[in-house]
């Protein structure tokens, strides 16, 4: 079983940057894909951005590009997402999630999920 914690989220003002963490524990996968979801309110759960974890390829929703960085500390066994000039759009419950020994794609399927990390950004 794999666990995952995120943490760094809270409340910004439009503009700002904050840098969220995933944490891994348990058994992990050299091939998977480590992912960042998110919920806004009222809304169904999006794809925000994925990194390949062996290759550290990365890939992104169109309205994040060039603001959201992802990327990995293999030693920490730990992703991030760097969130720079935050919309109010971007308000929403952000999940990391991992995939399985299988494989998976940019978007899925992944197995495993954290708690979720509230980003709420003000106008």
């Known amino acids: 079983q ?6 760094g989220g809270g409340l910004v003002q439009a503009g700002g940057s904050l840098r969220l963490s995933c944490a891994a524990s348990g058994r ?16 169904e759960r999006e794809f ?4 390949i974890w062996s290759s550290g390829s990365t890939n992104y929703r169109n309205s994040v590009k060039g603001r ?6 293999n ?10 000039n935050l919309k109010p759009e971007d308000t929403a419950v952000y999940y990391c999630a991992a995939s399985g ?6 978007w899925g399927p ?12 003000s106008s």
């Open 48 to 51: 925000v951005a994925a990194i």
């Open 101 to 106: 020994p299988d494989g998976s794609s940019w």
């Open 2 to 7: 794999v666990q995952l914690v995120e943490s």
């Open 28 to 43: 992990t996968f050299s091939s998977s894909y480590r992912g960042w979801f998110r919920r806004p309110p009222g809304k």
């Open 68 to 73: 959201f960085t992802i990327s990995r500390d």
């Open 110 to 121: 992944y197995d495993y999920w954290g708690q979720g990390t509230q980003v709420t950004v």
């Open 75 to 84: 030693a920490k066994n730990t992703v991030y997402l760097q969130m720079n």
